[in-house]
């Protein structure tokens, strides 16, 4: 059996620690992390797997997509690793493309968070729409990348790069086409549970909502090392991947296990971000991370307790005042501004929504089937002093939802609550008339765009409808 040297990275910026040393097959490719985790993979689709090979037997943590690619990676650990004693599969993420694969290890412990349960258990909808969103992501990747080949030069490493990311995108979402069935996690837990196994303990701990209801982190004390799933601390974001549609977050807890793991009695040397990347990354370089997701929590705290406004906070809190020590950090200076501002930004609106009750969690919650009574229910609420958080822009979101679906009377009732709400927003007299243009309210759009430009003389969208609205 060949053995070489080689390094896992996410970019040419980010190197492991560990000498990691791979066992290749004319299939499969196993490369150790350390000298107990091991990243295996299938070369042919380049699905990978961590497995921690403790005395006991093997720790398979995550399944991927299907059970057929996990049957294969489980042929792949059994071959590279000479073993197969697998001893349990902890699944650390409640998202179907990370535990699809459970069916594969029927008959050993299936470990997960009672999130799992909480979320799946006896809900088909739930688990069809998920498998169905994912679909739709991994194509809208591949359909993207594809748009953006022909700007590589042919043969190139871009172009190289491009086209296996493209393989990648169509396989995980031909995965998920081909038929999929879940096997929920056979234990669970509350907090955190701990696994003997002789040579090693595996200490799992709940990290929070993140990326789902069921995030979790593995600490191996003799080992000095974390593993945290990729989604909460990738290497090319600034904190757990931040995505405009999360709901709750549990900043807080999140802030505790970090400062457990990096900061504690005990605290570890190195982090591994396992998953899709499987980079490893020094203490240090994590607490960098864990500074600024603390830094960030406590200024939008105290800035909402002050009753600034979320415009407010963003400008205090940009990276051009009290978090310009972010343009010093790693990931800005692999990524650059224009990658990690929106992030920050969008961290910033997360944050400060927290706790509050927000007019479009109401509407959404309402299944979208009475919007005007929704609506009028949000006005009584404000007006007797309920509080009730209204978002410009997650109202248009949800206006502009109903007006692709030429729901009129309901986009319109929408974005006239944003009107009352903002009436110095542009923007929101540009959506109000639009909607009532295509409801055939044309006198009144001419009114609404006529404000739109009003208030912001270089809409040039304005401008043009009312051109095309007048003459008509």
Not at 317 to 332: T, W
Not at 412 to 429: A, C, D, K, M, W
């Amino acid at each position: 059996m060949k053995i070489k040297l080689t390094l896992i990275t996410a970019t040419i910026h980010l190197v492991c620690l560990f000498s990691i040393a791979s066992a290749d097959s004319t299939q499969f490719k196993a490369a150790r992390i350390s000298d107990k985790v091991f990243q295996v993979t299938d070369l042919e689709s380049g699905h990978e797997q961590i497995v921690i090979a403790s005395d006991k037997g093997l720790v398979v943590l995550n399944s991927f997509s299907s059970e057929l690619t996990a049957r294969r990676l489980k042929a792949a650990i059994a071959e590279t690793l000479k073993r197969d004693d697998f001893l349990y599969l902890v699944n650390m993420l409640d998202r179907l493309d990370r535990c699809g694969g459970n069916g594969a290890y029927a008959g050993i412990p299936i470990i997960g968070h009672r999130g799992f349960r909480d979320k799946y258990g006896d809900n088909d909808s739930a688990v069809t729409a998920e498998v169905n969103e994912a679909i739709e992501m991994w194509r809208w990747k591949e359909d993207v990348a594809r748009q953006r080949l022909p700007n590589h030069e042919p043969g190139s490493e871009q172009a190289i790069g491009e086209q296996a990311w493209i393989n990648t995108c169509a396989k995980r979402a031909e995965e998920l086409e081909t038929g999929f069935s879940l096997i929920l996690p056979t234990e669970t837990y509350e907090d955190r549970k701990t696994l003997s196994l002789g040579d090693l303990t595996l200490n799992l701990i709940w990290f929070g909502r993140a990326k789902g209801e069921a995030v979790s982190i593995i600490v191996i004390p003799e080992q000095k090392l974390a593993i945290l799933p990729d989604d909460l601390r990738s290497p090319l974001h600034l904190a757990p991947y931040p995505h405009p549609q999360f709901k709750e977050l549990d900043v807080a807890r999140w802030i505790q296990v970090l400062e457990e793991i990096l900061e504690g009695e005990n605290p570890v040397d190195n982090v591994l971000l396992c998953d899709f990347l499987n980079v490893v990354w020094p203490r240090d370089r994590a607490h960098l991370h864990l500074n600024y997701i603390r830094k960030l929590w406590n200024a939008v705290r105290k800035a909402d307790a002050e009753g600034k406004s979320l415009d407010e906070v963003y400008t205090q809190l940009s990276l051009d005042n009290e978090f310009a020590f972010v343009k010093e950090m790693p990931v800005y200076l692999d990524r650059g501004d224009e990658w990690v501002r929106p992030q920050h930004r969008v961290h910033i609106r997360l944050f400060f929504l927290q706790g509050k009750t927000l007019a479009s969690e109401i509407i959404r919650n309402s299944g979208l089937d009475s919007v005007s009574v929704t609506t009028e229910r949000i006005r009584k609420l404000r007006a007797e002093g309920g509080d009730i958080y209204i978002e410009e822009a997650s109202l248009n979101g949800i206006g502009y939802y109903l007006l692709n679906m030429e729901r009129y009377a309901d986009a319109i009732e929408v974005f006239r609550l944003n009107v009352e709400t903002f009436p110095g927003s542009f923007n929101v007299y540009d959506s109000y008339a639009e909607a009532l243009m295509k409801s055939g309210d044309v006198d009144k759009a001419i009114i609404n765009y006529r404000k739109s430009l009003e208030l912001n003389p270089e809409n040039d969208n304005a401008r043009e409808m009312l051109k095309v609205l007048e003459k008509s």
